[in-house]
């Protein structure tokens, strides 16, 4: 299948700070990413669907402007966690869809980035 | 609201079949089927899709009922490997996956 890769795969940050988490298409050009979130036991929560050049779709209860999602180009996402706090620590998965002619239309899966806040 | 309903756990032999159902009554005639697993720590893996027709990949089966309320996933000869999370999800042309609780199948030595 085709190869989504995810940077860092943990970090660990103090309260307050800021936290980017890259996720990019190595094989083929995503038109476009979603990120997810997963607690501990709990199944894969969609947090926002973003496509190449616009902006990011939110899911309902998910506060844009602590996620910040940026999809500049085809094979590039970053989610940025803004003045991360305790209670957003979780296991960030993203997903990448490509779409252009050719291309197979299955997401693949990022392996994950564990955010501990302290 | 994840659209689907699947049981919790099941487990099976190692070198046997596995086959795990999902109900999908409310699925509409534009919405895929489709299946991913997640081992323990790690990304969700796709497994396979379909919409209508029987599907067969290298991993596994899909089959799906001529009313498309329900379909089953078959892993023909599961080893411990298999030992994951399957989730069984709907999803129509926005290609959104709204993940359920999914089945915990545990493959037995």
């Known amino acids: 299948g085709a190869v989504v890769s995810q940077h860092p795969s943990r970090v660990i940050c103090k309260s307050g700070t800021s936290v980017k988490i890259e996720c990019r298409s190595l094989d083929f050009q995503a038109t476009t990413m979603f990120w997810y979130r997963q607690f501990p036991k709990k199944s894969l929560m969609l947090m926002a669907t973003?496509?190449?050049?616009?902006?990011?779709?939110?899911e309902q209860g998910v506060e844009k402007d602590k996620f910040l999602i940026n999809h500049a180009s085809l094979t590039l996402s970053t989610l940025t966690v803004t003045s991360a706090h305790p209670e957003d620590s979780s296991f960030y998965i993203c997903s990448a869809r490509g779409g252009l002619a050719g291309e197979r239309n299955e997401q693949f899966f990022g392996p994950g980035t564990r955010l501990t806040v302290l | 609201d994840a659209k689907t309903t699947q049981p919790t756990s099941m487990d099976c032999a190692e070198g046997r079949a596995a086959n795990l159902p999902c109900n999908h009554s409310t699925i509409s005639g534009n919405e895929y089927v489709y299946w991913y697993r997640q081992i323990h720590s790690q990304g969700p893996q796709y497994i396979i899709h379909g919409l209508k027709n029987n599907e067969t990949n290298e991993m596994a089966s899909l089959i799906i009922t001529e009313d498309r309320k329900s379909s089953t996933l078959i892993l023909p000869h599961a080893t411990l490997r298999d030992t994951a999370v399957y989730y069984c999800i709907v999803t129509d042309s926005s290609y959104k996956l709204i993940f359920g609780s999914g089945t915990r199948l545990l493959v037995r030595p």
């Open positions: 973003s496509n190449e050049g616009s902006k990011a779709t939110y």
